[in-house]
């Protein structure tokens, strides 16, 4: 698997990873990583992830932003 972008976002805790990668059949595909510690206090993290690939992506994306215009 190839990495096309790679950012990281630290907000409020939590750490969020977006990846763009491709796969062996040359699809590309977005992975959103949440990342934030244990609250047990083991200094471990619970990761979270979601997948979006690229047949997807603009109906993603149009569902997010109308999803923030919501929230102001």
Do not use: C
Request: net charge positive; charged share 25%.
């Amino acid at each position: 698997m190839s990495d096309f972008y790679s950012k990281m976002l630290k907000a409020r805790g939590i750490t969020y990873f977006f990846d763009v990668k491709e796969a062996k059949n040359q699809t590309k595909y977005l992975t959103i990583t949440a990342s934030q510690p244990s609250q047990n206090g083991d200094k471990k993290f619970v990761k979270r992830s979601i997948r979006i690939f690229s047949d997807t992506a603009a109906e993603f994306g149009t569902t997010v932003q109308e999803a923030i215009q919501n929230m102001k």
